[in-house]
């Protein structure tokens, strides 16, 4: 077991990767708390557990108050924090002109199908409000710096010699993506470089994982053709499961990569960004 007797919270673990990453890590021994936007859905990730063992928690990760009433509760629950995993992420806010952009995608593609000159363009950033500008970059960004703070100052306490593994995108390196989330996961690649140099001196490891296109339910929300040229893009052909990626994490966050800070583990079934 890679992480026996570690405690660990993942945030955005009711659906997707981050559920994958919560039961791969208490598969690997840790005692886990999932946190979640749905508080229903994130105590739900444990229906199976050993009741007591695993926890669920309520929390916006948006809301610094609200990060730091949750970690207060882990600490007491668990005495301690070893492993934080930053993985909530959303991929549109509101009136952030995701529709306009995805129309204006397929409409160029038809044109260019009927072999017109196109003239629509997918277009985002024209129609975008400030409201949902600030959302993406308020959950993606921000939410890791708040529950990284609360962690490292848990840690700091004890003198834990912890992992905080962050969750960006390929889309920080390749730009493929709405614009406000490609310029959160590149922002969270600074903040994860930036945070395991200031926190080396105190043995605390800073990683962050770039997941290529994977299967959830965040990617329902993207339109079937797009889906399909995105898998035909990918030298392996498909989209990861959440489970690749959290054995990616899981890794990260263990003593296995003792000597692993400041980087990004990419896993994306091949495709090449410089
Ligand atoms: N699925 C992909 O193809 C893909 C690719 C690259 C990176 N990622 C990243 O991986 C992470 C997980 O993605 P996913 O596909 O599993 O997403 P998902 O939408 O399936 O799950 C995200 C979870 O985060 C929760 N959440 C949303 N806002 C929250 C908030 N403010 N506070 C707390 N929880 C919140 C949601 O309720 C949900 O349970 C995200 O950071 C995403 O950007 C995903």
Known sequence: MLLKDKRAVVT???????????????????????????????KAVW???????????????????????????????????????NNAGIGRGPDDGSDEMYAGIAERSAQIARGEIPTAHPDQM???????????LAVNLNGQFYCARAAVRLMAAQNIAGSIVNIAST???????????????????????????????????????????????IMSNLPDDMIKAMEAAVPLGRMAQP????????????????????????????????
């Open 12 to 42: 955005g673990a009711a659906q997707g990767i981050g559920r994958a990453i919560a039961q791969r890590l208490a598969a690997e021994g840790a005692r886990v708390a999932a946190l979640d936007i749905d508080e229903v859905a994130a």
């Open 243 to 274: 489970e690749e990626v959290a054995a990616a994490v899981a890794f990260l966050a263990s003593e296995q990569a003792s000597y692993a800070t400041g980087s990004v583990l990419t896993v994306n079934g091949g495709s090449y960004y410089v």
């Open 47 to 85: 229906a199976d557990s050993e009741p007591g063992r695993h926890l669920g928690f309520a929390c916006d990760i948006a809301n610094s108050k609200s990060v730091d009433a949750v970690f207060a509760k882990i600490g007491e629950a668990f005495g301690g924090v070893d492993v934080l995993v």
């Open 171 to 217: 889309s920080a390196a390749s730009g493929e993506g709405p614009l406000h989330y490609v310029t959160s996961k590149a922002a969270v690649v600074g903040f994860t470089r930036g945070l395991a140099r200031e926190l080396s001196s105190r043995r605390i490891r800073v990683n962050a994982v770039h997941p290529g296109p994977t299967n959830t339910p």
């Open 126 to 136: 024209i129609h975008m409000s400030d409201e949902g500008w600030a959302r993406v």
